[in-house]
């Protein structure tokens, strides 16, 4: 974002304004340090439970943030709103990160390391995360696919960003890559793209068993899952959890396609 972040000592009163990089600090042991956290930062669950909420990913409550006088915060570019984001950044230490693949997320997570002293720790969970995804299996042939994170109006995810990239990596092509982000998708439209496999997400929008069957009648021919959303987004030390996750979710679905 064109910033330059210089911190005279370590962060002793952290704010994070993003749920993956909230776990991924209480991951490198900053729990005593993070005094504030948004209401989606969910994980893990009894530490966030203590700790002042400061609103929204896109809406933040300053009053509160001043209250709490923080030494460092830590957003996202795509998950923050640009406005809350330089305001915060008009008073306070801010740092941003901007991540589309794994290597952002292993870089985001090096240099938070190295932003609160936790650098070992970071390392670490890099080296975990790399492993585990070492062993992760593709579909071979590639499969067509279209993952959707909304419902009313269908919402589906497009090019340029971290689901996109673990899509790739698990050999699924993204039926709407020609779209950037998350498009909106009429019925007519993912009719036309046709996808073997259509991925339902439990996030942002919870996506249900019940709702299978409407996306059914669009495509009758494709085989529809149920996923954990967290596993396809979260790109902070929830990685570690993925790849077994991705592993045994292609090994269904190869039964279930016979590919």
């Known amino acids: 974002m ?5 911190l005279p000592y370590l962060p002793q009163r952290i704010i994070s304004l993003v749920p993956s ?3 991924l600090l209480f991951e490198l042991g900053l729990g005593d340090r993070i005094v504030g ?3 989606f930062c969910i994980h893990p669950k009894k530490q966030t439970k203590q700790k002042v909420k400061i609103g929204g990913t896109k809406n933040f409550h300053f009053d509160k943030i001043e209250q709490l006088q923080p030494d460092l915060i830590i957003g996202n570019k795509e998950e923050n709103y640009k406005e809350g984001i330089e305001a915060l950044q008009a008073k306070y230490k801010v740092w941003m990160s901007d991540i589309y693949t794994l290597k952002d997320a292993y870089e985001m997570m090096e240099q938070v390391g190295r932003l609160t002293g936790t650098s070992p720790k970071a390392q670490q969970l890099i080296q975990s995360i790399k492993s ?10 590639p499969i067509r696919a279209a993952y959707f994170i909304w419902r009313d109006p269908y919402m589906a995810v497009g090019s340029h960003n971290i ?3 673990l899509l790739a990596r698990c050999g699924f092509t993204n039926a709407f890559s020609d779209l950037q ?4 998708i009429s019925p007519e439209q993912l ?3 046709n996808p073997k496999l259509i991925l339902l997400s439990s996030e942002p929008y919870p996506f ?3 709702h299978i069957a409407e996306f059914q009648e669009i495509c009758p021919d494709a085989l529809i899952k149920i996923v954990d959303g967290e596993m396809f987004s979260w790109y902070g030390s929830r990685l570690q959890y993925a790849p077994a996750y991705l592993n045994d979710l292609l090994t269904e679905i190869k039964a279930e396609l016979k590919v």
């Open 2 to 6: 064109g910033h330059q972040l210089t």
């Open 21 to 23: 990089q909230t776990e």
């Open 37 to 39: 956290v948004t209401k």
């Open 132 to 141: 585990g995804f070492d062993t992760l299996q593709t579909a071979n042939p």
């Open 163 to 165: 689901i996109d990239h």
């Open 181 to 184: 982000r998350y498009p909106e």
């Open 191 to 193: 009719a036309a793209a």
């Open 208 to 210: 249900k068993e019940k």
